[in-house]
């Protein structure tokens, strides 16, 4: 932006990340809800920026949700990308990779528990455990910051109010979820959260006619779509005067 304004003032569209919540209610499938919430963060490695890294649990089926999330991030093969038996590859480079462990020791400071993961593997090589933190509060860094990395962030709700004031709660508006069975939940969700794309009972899912981008400091302009298309083209207006018109 800076440079277009110094420049010679080219639009521009910026997509920048995020910091997403998914929201479990009571009534989900916990094993598709753990599915779901645990392929939307670890997929990639963490490095995805609609991670799903703010994970909200109604208290009915918190504990339950804690358990498979964990169990499923214990089963994970974190090695050799080539390997067919490798879930996790290596992170990017070595500044990430450092970045996420310096997260990974603010979770610890500030009071998360750390459920699994936290740790680097082997000697060589970029590689960092899939990390889970609970009893997560809102103003703690790792639930503001965007990490970029393999580290998701447990917290517990009551109501549909609280969840959606608390998700809303963020810098960044580029993604979230909500996994429930019931329409009218659904429905108040996604028109009350502010981000770009809300996935219902599903997550990462992309099509090339469905605009992609975020609210907030996650950006604007939209990637996808006839959104996407618009931000290449100019509008004219051409009026042209009709001597001796009615209308005149």
């Given at each position: 932006?800076?440079?277009?304004?110094?420049?010679?003032?080219?639009?521009?569209?910026?997509?920048?990340?995020?910091?997403?919540?998914?929201?479990?209610?009571?009534?989900?499938?916990?094993?598709?809800?753990?599915?779901?919430?645990?392929?939307?963060?670890?997929?990639?490695?963490?490095?995805?920026?609609?991670?799903?890294?703010?994970?909200?649990?109604?208290?009915?089926?918190?504990?339950?949700?804690?358990?498979?999330?964990?169990?499923?991030?214990?089963?994970?093969?974190?090695?050799?990308?080539?390997?067919?038996?490798?879930?996790?590859?290596?992170?990017?480079?070595?500044?990430?990779?450092?970045?996420?462990?310096?997260?990974?020791?603010?979770?610890?400071?500030?009071?998360?528990?750390?459920?699994?993961?936290?740790?680097?593997?082997?000697?060589?090589?970029?590689?960092?455990?899939?990390?889970?933190?609970?009893?997560?509060?809102?103003?703690?860094i790792v639930a503001k910051n965007e990490i970029f990395g393999p580290?998701?962030?447990?917290?517990?709700?009551?109501?549909?109010?609280?969840g959606i004031k608390r998700a809303n709660n963020t810098t960044y508006?580029?993604?979230?979820?909500?996994?429930?069975?019931?329409?009218?939940?659904?429905?108040?969700?996604?028109?009350?959260?502010?981000?770009?794309?809300?996935?219902?009972?599903?997550?990462?899912?992309?099509?090339?006619?469905?605009?992609?981008?975020?609210?907030?400091?996650?950006?604007?302009?939209?990637?996808?779509?006839?959104?996407?298309?618009?931000?290449?083209?100019?509008?004219?207006?051409?009026?042209?005067?009709?001597?001796?018109?009615?209308?005149?």
């Amino acid at each position: 932006m800076v440079a277009a304004a110094t420049s010679n003032l080219k639009p521009v569209s910026l997509e920048l990340g995020g910091k997403s919540p998914l929201l479990i209610f009571d009534d989900a499938d916990v094993d598709e809800a753990a599915n779901i919430a645990f392929n939307g963060m670890f997929f990639n490695k963490g490095e995805i920026c609609v991670a799903s890294s703010r994970v909200y649990v109604q208290e009915g089926i918190y504990d339950k949700i804690v358990d498979k999330l964990v169990e499923k991030a214990k089963a994970l093969v974190v090695g050799d990308p080539f390997d067919p038996q490798v879930n996790q590859g290596p992170q990017t480079d070595k500044k990430q990779f450092e970045k996420i462990l310096s997260y990974i020791e603010h979770g610890k400071r500030e009071g998360a528990t750390l459920l699994t993961g936290g740790k680097h593997i082997g000697q060589k090589g970029y590689y960092i455990q899939p990390t889970i933190f609970a009893d997560v509060k809102d103003d703690m860094i790792v639930a503001k910051n965007e990490i970029f990395g393999p580290v998701m962030s447990l917290m517990k709700f009551k109501t549909m109010e609280e969840g959606i004031k608390r998700a809303n709660n963020t810098t960044y508006g580029l993604a979230a979820g909500v996994i429930t069975k019931d329409l009218n939940v659904a429905n108040t969700v996604s028109r009350s959260v502010r981000a770009g794309v809300v996935w219902i009972n599903c997550y990462t899912v992309f099509d090339m006619d469905c605009p992609y981008g975020g609210y907030k400091m996650s950006g604007f302009g939209r990637d996808y779509g006839l959104d996407a298309l618009n931000q290449y083209l100019q509008i004219k207006s051409v009026v042209t005067l009709i001597h001796d018109s009615p209308w005149h």
